[in-house]
């Protein structure tokens, strides 16, 4: 058995300095033509199965390599990104200057 994890192309607001997670977010032009790179990447391979997050940008990329197959996804939660809560599309700094206590967590638990 062999098992291909892939992750989700380019979205929009892809912005290292901020924590996206949890804001369902669609690729951007950039993520659906590398979603298209991987459909075609994946097009002579057998897939027994797809399993996607239940987020907009790992659907598309996944409803890509499908397109190719004659397979439905299975859409799972537990492949969700992380939620980043109270600082979920804030920078880090915006997040320490806002919230100290979680971010010194975080620095602790690093």
Known sequence: MRLILVR???TDTDNPGKCHGAT???L???GYRQAKTL?????GEHLDAIYSSTLIRGIRTA????????IEIIRC????EVDFGLIECIT????????PEVS???????
Do not use: K, M, T
């Open 92 to 99: 880090f700094e915006e997040a320490c200057e806002l919230y």
């Open 77 to 80: 939660p537990e492949v969700n």
């Open 28 to 30: 951007s032009a950039e």
């Open 63 to 70: 409803e890509a390599i499908a397109s190719e197959h004659d």
């Open 39 to 43: 459909r075609q990447r994946f097009a």
């Open 104 to 110: 010194e967590l975080w620095r602790q638990n690093s």
């Open 24 to 26: 369902d977010i669609d």
């Open 8 to 10: 989700h192309g380019e």
